[in-house]
């Protein structure tokens, strides 16, 4: 199994655990708006577009809800199952590309909104996959940084992800390098650098 298809699965996994209206780190998302998310992102195409862009983001909405108005178990299933044959989705290579950080991040936005939450043990072929992507990504993500941005893992491989004066360094596992790159607060990580520029590094909107 690929990174991403595992991570599919202990989200569907912790989805029925936990139900359908446990908190999550996605704003004010209940765990059967961000199923609904999942399933709108892979199956319905028409409205898929809307995640990104303003103008078709009602469309979205309205698609979202009536997902997430569904029976949980039928919704959850949905999850689980994967794209359908006709989603870019179902493609292989596309599912670990564009699916991996997705479903790791997202798996995450419901463990860490649960009171109690520790951060996952290492895991080399998950933590090998996440920083390719990490590295791929690391640049867009920082680039409307003020500081210098380095990211380093516990190895003491590094990424240069924003250079310019004051860097502040990122240190901690490849998981919560990731999390933090995508607007993610609730991390363990380090920051070496001068105070001001780690505020600043830590008041930066990573979104698109």
Known sequence: MGVAR???KLLSDLFVELG???????????????????VVRERRLDASPGIMLKPFAGHTQRVQDEYAAKPWHELVDMVR?????YSPYALGLVDELANTGEYFIHHEDVRRAQEGWQPRSPDPVR??????????????AYRRSPVGVVLRRPDGESVTAKSGANP?????QV?????????????ELEF??????????KALDTGM
Do not use: N, Y
């Open 6 to 8: 595992d991570e599919r």
């Open 20 to 38: 359908p209206d446990a908190p999550t780190l996605c704003g004010p998302w209940r765990t059967k708006d961000l199923a609904a998310h999942l």
């Open 81 to 85: 199952q994967g794209p359908p044959f």
């Open 127 to 140: 933590d090998t996959a996440l920083w390719r992507m990490l590295r791929l990504s690391a640049k867009f």
């Open 168 to 172: 502040v360094i990122l240190s901690g």
């Open 175 to 187: 998981g919560e390098l990731v999390l933090f790159a995508s607007g993610r607060s609730a991390v």
């Open 192 to 201: 070496d650098g001068d105070p001001a520029a780690v505020s600043a590094l």
